[in-house]
């Protein structure tokens, strides 16, 4: 007999969000997915069996306890955050970030490099995700999260997620500009590279975003994906890929 898949496991995140708040964040093990996927692959555009991902996504919430199916959104690496409090359809429109204020509602961003930003206010009235790669950092993705939430940024609480760490994220000179274009102190973490191209350093560049949008209290940044292939999907390490998931609501 073929053997059961195991459990779906996952990330709890350290960083002193109020009792109320829950969050998570998914490693790639515990689901039904069959390599390149293997095994907890929650994205729905990877060109994996649309069966898996479907039974996938039903065992994280039943091991995970959720509230309620997450709100997937349709993905694009903008700026774009949605208010899930005023969405009545489950067939969201695109974006790379979301907020609620409803107990039960939930958030989720899919990663496999890109970098996914959680926010929580102290008080629990609002919590928030955001999909945090170059080009949404470039955009402003994370200070058009922290403006839907609301909420003064003296209040809120960040947790930084597993993403493709600064040893192995290389970019060029066309990148570097673009992340330079709206802050340009951040030099520091875009490190130069013998062969005229850069390395960079997604946790850094979110904190400065997020310390300029008047975000003090950050945590977590650190998990790599890139070199935890046994934890992570990593597009720039495997190419055709899975992705994991990183919830946050309120119970």
Known sequence: MPRAPRPPQWLIPDWPAPPRVRALSTFRCGGASR????????????????????????????????????????????AGVLDLDSVTDRALPSADGAVSGLPGTVCAILTADCLPVLLAAASSARVGAAHAGWRGLAGGVIEA????????????????????????FEIGAEVREALLCADPGA???LKPTARGRFMADLFALARRRLMRSGVERIYGGGECTYSQADKYFSHRRDGRTGRQATLIWIG
């Open 187 to 189: 030099d520091a973490a």
């Open 35 to 78: 390599d390149p996927y293997a095994s907890l692959n929650l994205g729905s555009h990877v060109e994996d069996a649309p069966l898996s991902v479907a039974k996938n996504r039903r065992m994280l919430c039943e091991a995970a306890g959720l509230p309620a199916e997450p709100h997937w959104l349709t993905q694009v690496h903008g």
């Open 145 to 168: 999260a922290v403006r839907a939430m609301g909420t003064p940024p003296s209040d809120l609480l960040a947790w930084l997620g597993p993403a493709i760490g600064p040893m192995h």
